[in-house]
């Protein structure tokens, strides 16, 4: 749900056919014009809102997209390098910051910067809000009640983060 009591889903016509956005109010049910950030976006599962901004993997998984206002166009924040490389649908969104990951590798991305830096490479996922990051690292092994390690950081404390090489 979206600010302004606004519904977005993803619906295709039929099978096989791409899926569409659709709009709707929460508090009505009447169909609404969808947000031009989403207008264009076909077959993205992954996409994730704080309410006022969106972040997605695109369909074939190969690159993050992120519109800091739904009146916006999206724009590519990060690209994969190598074709077996993806983007999960593990996207989160905190103020200018998205988590995501191309695991087993854990991301966190600066959109002002354009900038990101890797939290882990032993899978796991990462949580962004407008406050703070929370880093959940993986076990490495399956196991049935995993013990895992944690980070928690205020995002005010977050240092600069490295050019992209």
Same mark, same amino acid.
């Given at each position: 749900? #979206?600010?302004?009591?606004?519904?977005?889903?993803?619906?295709?016509?039929?099978?096989?056919?791409?899926?569409?956005?659709?709009?709707?109010?929460? $508090?009505?049910?009447?169909? #609404?014009?969808?947000?031009?950030?989403?207008?264009?976006?076909?077959?993205?599962?992954? #996409? %994730?809102?704080?309410?006022?901004?969106?972040? %997605?993997?695109?369909?074939? %998984? @190969?690159?993050?997209?992120?519109?800091?206002?739904?009146?916006?166009?999206?724009?590519?924040? =990060?690209?994969?390098?190598?074709?077996?490389?993806?983007?999960? /649908?593990?996207?989160?969104?905190?103020?200018? &910051? =998205?988590?995501?990951?191309?695991?087993?590798? $854990?991301?966190?991305?600066?959109?002002?910067?354009?900038?990101?830096?890797?939290?882990? @490479?032993?899978?796991? +996922? *990462? &949580?962004? /809000?407008? =406050?703070?990051?929370? *880093?959940?690292?993986?076990?490495?092994?399956?196991?049935?009640?995993?013990?895992?390690?944690?980070? +928690? $950081?205020?995002?005010?404390?977050?240092?600069?983060?490295?050019?992209?090489?």
């Amino acid at each position: 749900m #979206l600010d302004q009591h606004i519904v977005i889903w993803a619906e295709a016509s039929a099978p096989g056919v791409p899926t569409k956005m659709h709009a709707a109010s929460a $508090v009505t049910g009447q169909p #609404l014009p969808v947000p031009r950030a989403l207008r264009t976006l076909r077959n993205v599962t992954g #996409l %994730y809102t704080d309410g006022r901004r969106i972040a %997605y993997p695109n369909a074939p %998984y @190969r690159s993050l997209w992120w519109s800091p206002s739904l009146r916006k166009r999206p724009y590519k924040v =990060v690209g994969t390098r190598h074709s077996f490389e993806h983007i999960d /649908n593990s996207v989160k969104v905190g103020g200018r &910051y =998205v988590g995501f990951g191309e695991q087993p590798r $854990v991301l966190v991305a600066d959109t002002k910067t354009g900038r990101y830096v890797e939290v882990s @490479r032993t899978f796991g +996922f *990462v &949580y962004v /809000n407008s =406050v703070a990051l929370l *880093v959940v690292y993986g076990g490495g092994k399956k196991v049935l009640h995993p013990i895992l390690r944690m980070a +928690f $950081v205020p995002l005010r404390d977050l240092p600069p983060m490295p050019a992209c090489s």
